[in-house]
């Protein structure tokens, strides 16, 4: 909406007896008519005065956030529209806004002359005066505003490095108890391969025992065996000496023949039974040791297993903390690069330079 159809619209709002109260003398308007002209020339006059004669300072309403929008702060170096350093763009920013507030003077009495001209009164001067006093309220609302956001940002930063300070403190006790885990964890695999070790060499002793023992078992019974051959050799030569003697005394010694040959067969058959009992049981001592061998051999791969993933956990690490160590080089590298180059936050700040702008303008 142009200035004069919210012109016509305030006019139009306006009631019988506000417009009479905003309404002069024919003599008083010629008057005050004849000032504002005078006033309007040297304010044309002034709009032709200026260092920036391309400038177009043209009036146009802006909203609070408009204007807010266009500041540009001191610690920024260039514009970024025009590639000027902040001292050209300040005093082009300044000569803008004095031409626009210029022109925007100009217009309001031009129309407030023309009204007291045509009819005697100033109703628009009174509007656009509300809407100056309208604008002062909405920029104070707006700086009340920012002090309060300004708050409650440093009370948000303020909670923001107390967490940051609780988290760092979680973190390090983490790390402790991180570290206190692993070494009980190397603490524990140290004892798991001791007593390995140590079962491992129970076993062979224990098995080295077995053998030993089956052995002196087997040489005993061997010896055993050997001596009862002799011995029914021996009988066997003294029944025949003694047959022809027996056959002489067979009558009288027939049951004592009967109860040796009685006698010998019973121990014969104890013997037999005692020589198969001896090979079950030194069968059954080698399947024992076949099972154990083959526990020994799953026992011996599980622990290859874990050696090899030992290993490739220990070349993880190294490998982590190689890269650990390159990404500390290349952000040190980086630091000393922006502190030597003066780059982001090392950057020499330059303070506004009030006595050279108040000068030119």
């Known amino acids: 909406m142009s200035n004069c159809e919210s012109r016509d619209d305030s006019i ?29 020339d040297e304010l044309a006059i002034l709009g032709k005065i200026g260092t920036f004669a ?17 500041y540009i702060p001191e610690t920024q170096l260039y514009d970024p529209e025009t590639i000027a350093t902040y001292e050209e763009a300040m005093l082009r920013a300044r000569y803008i806004k004095f031409q626009r507030d210029r022109s925007f003077v100009e217009k ?51 909670l923001l490095e107390q967490e940051r300070f609780q988290n760092n403190a979680k973190l390090q006790k983490l790390s402790e108890t991180i570290g206190n885990l692993k070494d009980k964890i190397e603490d524990v695999c ?10 491992k060499e129970w076993e062979e002793s224990r098995l080295e025992q077995n053998d030993l023992q089956l ?14 051959k002799t011995d ?10 003694i047959e022809g003697f027996i056959l002489e005394i067979q009558q009288d010694h027939t049951q004592q023949i009967q109860h040796w040959m009685e006698r010998y067969d019973t121990e014969i058959e104890v013997r037999d039974t005692e020589i198969q009992m001896l090979k079950e049981k030194r069968e059954d001592q080698f399947n024992r040791l076949h099972q154990l061998s083959e526990l020994f051999e799953q026992h011996r791969n599980d622990i290859n297993s874990y050696l090899a993933v030992k290993e490739i956990r220990r070349l993880e690490e190294e490998l982590r903390q190689k890269q650990i160590r390159a990404a ?10 922006m502190y030597r180059k003066c780059l982001g936050p090392y950057r020499v700040k330059k303070g506004p330079q009030k006595g050279k702008g108040k000068g030119k303008k």
Not at 232 to 239: K, L
């Open 328 to 337: 500390i080089r290349i952000q040190a590298w980086w630091r000393g690069t």
């Open 190 to 199: 140290l004892e798991n391969r001791v007593k390995l070790r140590y079962v």
């Open 215 to 228: 052995d002196y078992a087997e040489v005993f019974y061997t010896r055993s065996i050997n001596n009862f």
């Open 54 to 70: 391309k400038v177009s300072a043209e009036y146009q309403y802006q909203s609070v956030e408009e204007r807010c929008s266009s």
């Open 232 to 241: 029914i050799d021996r009988e066997m030569r003294i029944n025949a000496e």
């Open 108 to 158: 309001v009495l031009y129309e407030t002359m023309s009204s007291l001209v045509k009819n005697n009164e100033f109703v628009c001067l009174k509007k656009y005066v509300d809407q100056h006093y309208t604008n002062i309220n909405n920029e104070d609302e707006v700086f009340r505003c920012y002090d309060l956001n300004q708050e409650t940002f440093n009370n948000l930063e303020n």
């Open 12 to 40: 139009d709002e306006c009631t019988n007896d506000d417009f009479e109260s905003y309404c002069l003398p024919t003599i008083i308007s010629m008057a005050c008519a004849t000032v504002l002209e005078d006033a309007i």
